[in-house]
């Protein structure tokens, strides 16, 4: 395995740097799933929006945050609506130790031309501090 690879210190970050402690992954547990549990966010009314991303939150009794994504076929043909989930996830994967904790987060999608990941960690990055300040209130 070469050094920049190795097992123990993860990979390198964007500048290069070995990762911190933390781990940049996106297991089942931090995925919100089932009718129930966005229902519960939806009911909760708590939603920003910017750009083409409506994103709703609701807190959550958990020690981490769980993130659904929404997004009809209105949106473009699947391989469209595909990537831009893959980026959506991926975003939220590499901001998650960056964002507020023990929140359930739903990203509803509204037609648009797929943007790049750094736009689209913006635009999460965004929209979960303004969510988070809202319940802060």
Same mark, same amino acid.
């Given at each position: 395995v070469?050094? /920049?690879?190795?097992? /123990? $210190?993860g990979f390198p970050d964007d500048a290069g740097r070995k990762m911190s402690g933390q781990r940049k992954t996106y297991? +089942? !547990? =931090? +995925? #919100?799933? %089932?009718k129930e549990s966005f229902a519960a966010v939806y009911d909760a009314r708590t +939603?920003? !929006?910017? %750009?083409? *991303?409506?994103?709703?939150? @609701?807190?959550n009794d958990l020690p981490h945050s769980r993130m659904g994504i929404s997004i009809s076929r209105r949106v473009g043909t699947a391989p469209e609506r /595909? =990537?831009? @989930?893959r980026l959506l996830r991926e975003s939220y994967r *590499? *901001?998650?130790? &960056? #964002?507020?904790? $023990?929140y359930d987060w739903i990203i509803v999608v509204r037609p648009h031309e797929a943007l790049t990941l750094p736009?689209?960690?913006? #635009?999460?990055? &965004?929209l979960t501090q303004r969510l988070h300040r809202m319940w802060v209130k």
């Open positions: 070469c050094e /920049n690879h190795c097992w /123990n $210190g297991p +089942r !547990s =931090h +995925r #919100l799933s %089932g +939603r920003q !929006s910017r %750009g083409p *991303l409506t994103m709703y939150a @609701k807190p /595909n =990537h831009m @989930k *590499l *901001l998650q130790h &960056d #964002l507020p904790a $023990g736009e689209y960690q913006q #635009l999460f990055r &965004d």
